[in-house]
Structures are given as C-alpha cells and as structure tokens.
C-alpha cells in the first residue's frame, strides 16, 4: 500500500431512525449437510464442533474453499457410528458457516459454526462425496407481546438460575441481558442451558417463539428448584466441614498446649501402656496388646475406631492372665464345707476330695470338666458354689439355657459394632482370676439352629486337650483355660450332643428319698426359712411328723425346692401370728395342724386308696424329673376281639401292649381263661393320666399282667409294683431307670417291686434306707412276674420254671415315660 | 460415564450470541467531537454503512471469506467474515449532519462532532386546582 492510494468508496453516514432491519441474508439453494452428533446449532449462535468423519472432513473441505456456508443437522441416534443417512437425521436444521477453522495436529478438524437461521431440508441430494440437501428458510412467527412480556420473565429466571448455578458463568447473565429479541433470547437459553440434544431439537423445530419461551421457562423453573436444594445440601455440607476442621484445629491446639504444660499427649495411653505392662500377660497377647497400643496412638480419639481399639485393650488388659488364688488343700476342711452346704450326695463329694488330693500333689495338673445330671431342685447349682467355697476359690455362673448363637459363647469379630467378647471371657473377667469355678448351667437346653450350634463352640472350651489355646473371637488371642474348673449341670443327659458329654465327666444326681428329704429339711430348709421369714429358732418349729406329711402329701418331686416353699409357706403364717402378738411363746407346727397352714393335701397317693382290683397293674415309670408310679388298666367288654390302646401311648409302647396280648393269649390255657375269651371280647387298655404321652417298652410286664387279669379276673396286688420289658415268649428283659423308679415305687408306698433278674445289680445305686423297706423280686419270665402279682395262685403257672437262655441285655429304655413333669 | 462426560462438555463450552461479528474499534473524544477508529481490513469501505441516532453509532458492513489459494489446504481459518457491527454508545449528541468518515489501510476513521447545544431554562408553571 502508499500513501497516494486513495480510498475509492466513502461509508455510508446515515442518521438513524428507528431500528431499521438488515437484509435477510440469501443463502443458496442446495448446500453440504454436515450432520451433528448429539449437539445442535442455533441461529446467532456459535457452536465449537469436532469434526472427523471423513465425509464431513470433504464436506469442510469444500465449504472453505467457498463460501464458507453450510448447514447443520442432528442425527436422532447420537451412538450411530457409521454415515448417517438422511433418515437418521431430523428434518429441521440450522444453516450457518464455518466461522473458524483449526487442523488439529492429530488429525481432525475443530471448528467454530455460526448459526444463521432455521433451515427444513426439502430434499435430499445424496452421494458422494457429502450429504447435500434442497434447504428452504423456515422463519419463526414474529414475536409477539406475550413473547416480550414472557421475555422479561424468562431473563429474571434465568438471572437467578445463573447466581445459582456453577456452570453458567456471569458475563451469560449479562449477556442474556443484551438480547432484545425474544426467539434469540429463547435459542441463546436452549443452546447454552444444560439441556438433552433432544429437547435442543424440539425448541430448535418450534417456530413458535412464544411456545419456545413457555418450554425454557419451564426448564429454568425445574432447574431452579433443584439448584436451590443442592445449593442448601452444600451448604450444609460446608458448614460441617468447617465445624470439623475447626474442632480438629482446637484439638491439635489443644495437645499442644498440654505438651507445653508437660500433661504428655495422651495420658490415656500411657496408662494403658502401664496397665499392660502389669497384666503380665503372655507373650502372644503382650504382642497384640503392644500392637494395638501403637495403633490407638496413631488414631485420633474422635474416631470411632479410637473407642474400638480401646474398649479392645482394656478387654486384654482385665482378661486375668496371671492372677490366681490358692487352693485351699486342706482337704477336711473341703469335705467340712461341702458337708455344711448338702446333705449327703457322698459320691460328688468324695470327687472334690479326690480332686483336691491330686491338685495338691500334682499342681499343674489338669482340671477334671465335670457334669452334674439330675432332676431339678436337687441342688446341683448349689453343689458348684460350695465347691467353689471348699476349694476358695471364685465362682462364676452363666446360664446356657436358651444360648443359641455360636458367637455367645465365643464372641463377636472386633469388626461389627459393638462386638464383646464371649461368656467364657466374660466370666473370667467377672471372676478376676485364671482359676475359677465356672459353672454352665443348663448345658443340655442349648438352643442349635440355623442361627448357630453353640454346643461346638463349647466343645473347644471342655476338651482339657484344647483349651490351654482357647480363642475368643473378640480377643483373638489364645487363653488358658486349663486351671478354670468347668462345672456343667443338666437335667438329662439326652440332650446334650454326644461329642460334648464325651468330654465331661458325668455324676448323676438322683432325687432324695423321702428320709433324706426330712433330713434335708430338718438341717438346712428350716433354718433359712426361719432366718428368711425373720423368725427364731425359739419362736417356731416344725414337729418331726408334721416334716413328713409336707413331704409326703404336699410335695411331690425329686428335688427339694417344693419342699422348701411349703415350709416357707408353713413359716409365713406363724410370722403372721407373732408379728401381730396372737400368739405367745414357741408355734410349733404339727401334722394336724397342716391342713390350717397349707390347705388340703396336694398329692394323691393312688397307691394308698382302694384295695386290689381286676386288671389294674402298678407300673413304674422313668421321668426327668425321677421316677413315678403309673396305673395300666384293662378291661374286658363284649365284642369280636379287637384292643383298644388309649393314654397317649406312643409306638414302641403300643408295640409292647400288642405283644403282653399275644402272649396273654398263648397263656389262655395255663391261666385258667375261658378259652374262647379273645373271640367274644374286646380288649381296651388305658395308662393314665391320659394327657401325659408315654412311651418305651418297660411297662411291657405290667400290661401283660393287666391284661391277665382282666381275662382271668383275678385281681392284681395294688402294691406291687413292677417294670420290665416283655418278649412275646414271656421272658422278662431288663430296663433303664431302676434307680428312680425304685425311688418311686418307694415314695408312693408300695410294697413289693418286681424287676427283671438282670436289673438286680442296679440296685445297687438305690439308697440303703428304699431297699430295707421294700421286697425285691427278680423275674426272668412272665409266669413269675403273674405269680407274684396275681392275688389267686394260678396252678399251672411255673412259679420258678422260667428256665430261658440267656438273652442279649436290652437297651435301656431312657424314655419309656416322657413327661410327667410336675 | 461418557453421558457425563458429555454433559461437562456441554457445560463448559457456551455459545455465544452475536448477530454479527464486531470489529476492534478505539473511540477518542476531544473538546468538539469524537473520533472512532476502526479495524476493518479487505472491507470495501462503499458497503460500510455509519448510522448516528443520539449518541449511538452504529457501524456496519460486510466482510467476504477469504479465498483460500489455489490447490491449498486449510489449517487455520480465524478471520471473521459475513455482515459485522461495531455500536458505540458515547458520551454526549453527535450531530449526524456533520460526521465524516475516511478509509486509509485497511482504517476507517469517522469524526464524530459533537452537538453544540446551550441550556435553556424553562419555567413551568405549577397550576393548582381548587
């Protein structure tokens, strides 16, 4: 250029009047497509675009090269990979140019369009090398003054949306503000508002701009709202922040200060530290304790693992590792105490001894895991207190009855919330030292579901071969348990799991005959009653006769716990009397004077009344809770030879009724029956109390001989008692539960009771007191038993021929009487 | 995930509006008038239009894509072209009647005077209705 170079044309200097339009713009008829992927181009508007397809890299080629111009659609499936072709792509689309244009040094084109107007595409002229179409201009409807007015509404909605909304930078507000056109503000909002390309379409194919307006606004008020709430959640959010960041400042501030006063960063821990180092711990749980000393350093105590890792060491701190009493070996001393606290039970007492005899001499001996089996209220809880008194040393109690979860036992993994550690570990914490008395009450009513088998976790705990090593969940480190003395007590055997009662030494506990119950009464119940009622010795007393009738007709059990309430009962009434002075001078409670402290007689002694009578044998039963007499009736009708078993009887004992008939019938000649009494006759046999099933084969000798009788009528003595397993050929087999049942037979006042010859060495385990007082017969075959027992000798019965080989011994039959639990 | 990366996209690459390009314009004032000075190389300054109303000034024209030499191929492409407008909102009246414009490489400057204009007074008188 020089300086001569004149400008040639002048502009234009007009004064302006009014908004004057500037020309529509023309546009070819036929231009390139270049087809959006998920973005769409307004009119007035740019739009950055990343172009890469080869097709449309011709298409840009082309256009630059021209006249810059072009026009844009979006495809309908923004995931479509290959070429679109024109039905993929929406029919209304924006003609615009190539505003800016950068080759990008990886290949591809970033380029900036600039919409110009709405465009439909008329018609397509495909192929090579681009999509080109017919286009004609769509021009939206001219705004209107609802449009204007919906304008401002827009602009003020928007203004608050942009205060709120992180994505939408000021100078947009501002510039939305500029916008005097109410389609142009309503594409301004469409294409820079977050919205779906979808909806961009829509507002971009609605000519109507007050339509277009109504849909903006519609989005802003809905964005509107939900800015607002996640702008208040953030806040909130913040706000905590800051609160947490201002109490960590203060407590870091906070151990400065204390170091600066020399008070040391954390007291606590080093408290712990000294507490561990005197809890002489082993090795293993030192190492672990120092462990999580160091990690309880490094937490802040505002953690919650903080409370976690601590609540952990104090649980390992107060597990007693090295604490220990000292047996008391004194071994009078031992049999003095146990003999103060129980009457009797010699061979459990003679145990401890042993025990104590060997401890002495072996000190690290093992401790022997005993199990106490026996009815309620025979005082086998107490027996473990008194061992524990005997011995001095602690005793702790847990009750496993209803225990059904593993975890009970051996705790829960440190990582749930709240987890402790298991019974075991507690109660050696209760106790305080590594040697304690630790009674499991109940272990045969552990629960064992799906939820868990405690019993297994048990097994770990009793085996004196594993539980030098016991490991709790929650400790995780091995405990001793070696010099714990483990105590067990259960009502029956049955239920505890086989493996388990392997591992225990079992002591059966029988129930007490009626003499030891008075003695019991008469050295231990009375004087607590008395204390327990706050009477003196030289105010009241129970008069020897009056002891025995409470036993015998106002209790009935094996144990002593009724019979302590009832002299409880017998003790209240005389404090009434003292404690409002009708009375002066010692109350001594006799026999006669029963009735007026504790009603009638509770117990019917079905023995006692009513003299011998036609098929009505005494039977003995076996219940856990002892013995019992049990009556078998049977009766005669006419009718075609059918039996009638009643008494909730179960299988095998309905099976062993069914046997007693066959061989009462093979019997019908010797006994003396009308031989034709099984064809004109029904059979009905009924074991009472009805309610109460029974079952197992023992009653087998005392239905034969109901049944006999009822045939024969001959009568039965009432007072002979009996039990025995019967075969079809008469022979007598042997049963379990001789103990208890003689007890019984004993309680209820029989005389005699017939057993079966082998069960003879059983009664060894009877007291000496049961035996003197009743006469013992041993059968081996039914004739004996039906000599015995009927009161008219039957002739051709062979009284002492029951000449049968020796059998093979029958099972003991445990449950020939369920229930009965009074 | 590429929903969302699309939605940040979307987000951080708004659209700006414009009618028309604006191109770079320096505005003096002196005691009698003003003087705008504006970019607008390759415009054909016979297609400019000046319009003056008040104290707005709007320039505007066109400026035609530049050809790309024969047989090359783009690599960059940022000079705007199509229709521009430059507006000036200036301090005071600018008598229309008066303005020149010259157009030297590429330049146009335009000299806007100002409105010489004296203050009246006027007195109006508040009436009062009984």
Redesign the interface.
Known sequence: ?TDNEK???????????GE?K?DE?SFPAVVGVLPLR??VL?P?????VMVGRETSLKLI?KV??D??TLATVTMRDPRREEDPTPDDLFEIGTIG???????LPQGGIQLAL?GQARVRFVEWVTGEPFLQARIEVVTPSPSTTEAQARMRTVLTLFGEVAELAP???PQ?AI?AMN?NDPG?LAD?LA??L?LEAELKQQLLEELDVDKRLVAIQEYLTAERELLRISTRAQEEMTDEMRKMQRDLFLRRQLDVIKRELGEGDSEDVAELRRQVEEAHMPEEAKKAADRELERLERIPPQSPEWSVSRNYLEWLIEVPWSVETTDNDDLEHAMKVLNEDHYGLERIKDRIVEYLAVQKLHPEGRSPILCFVGPPGVGKTSLGQSIARALGRKFVRMSLGGVRDEAEIRGHRRTYIGSLPGRIIQGLRRAGTRNPVMMLDEVDKLGMDFRGDPSSALLEVLDPEQNHAYSDHYVEVPVDLTQVLFICTANILDTIPGPLRDRMEIIELRGYTEPEKVAIAKQYLIPRQLKENGLKSKQAAIAMDALRRITREYTYEAGVRNLEREIGSVFRKIATRVATNSTKGKVTATAADLEEYLGPPKVRRDVLEGGDEVGVATGLAWTPVGGDILFIEASLVDGKGRLTLTGSLGDVMRESAQAALTYARSRTKEVGADPEWYENNDLHVHVPSGAIPKDGPSAGIALASAVVSAVTKIPLRRTTAMTGEITLRGRVLPVGGIKEKVIAAHRAGCKTVILPRDNERDLIDVPEFVRKNLRFVFAEHMDEVLHEVLTKPVRALRPTSAVSPAGTAALPDRASARGSTR | MDDLV??LI??????????A?SPRTDVYETVNEFIAVVELADV???G??????GE?V????QRA?T??PQGA??????V????FESRLVLPAHVD??Q???????GM?R?RLPKVKRGRTRVQIEIQQSE
Do not use: H
Request: charged residues 25%; negative net charge; contains cysteine.
């Open positions: 250029m400008p040639q044309r002048i502009p234009r200097v007009v004064d302006r009047r004057s500037p713009p998920d973005s307004f007035n508007l740019a739009l950055p080629e630059v090269s006249d810059r140019r190539v505003a800016e244009l950068l080759r600039q994505y939408i930078p947009f510039a916008i142009d301004f294409a820079n977050n | 699309a939605r979307r987000r951080t690459t708004p659209a700006s509006y414009q009618r390009w054909d300054p016979g400019v239009t000046i319009e003056i109303e707005l709007v320039i505007s024209g894509p050809k790309p191929e783009c690599l960059q492409l940022e705007p072209f199509g229709a229309a009647s303005a020149t414009a010259e157009f030297t490489d146009l335009v």
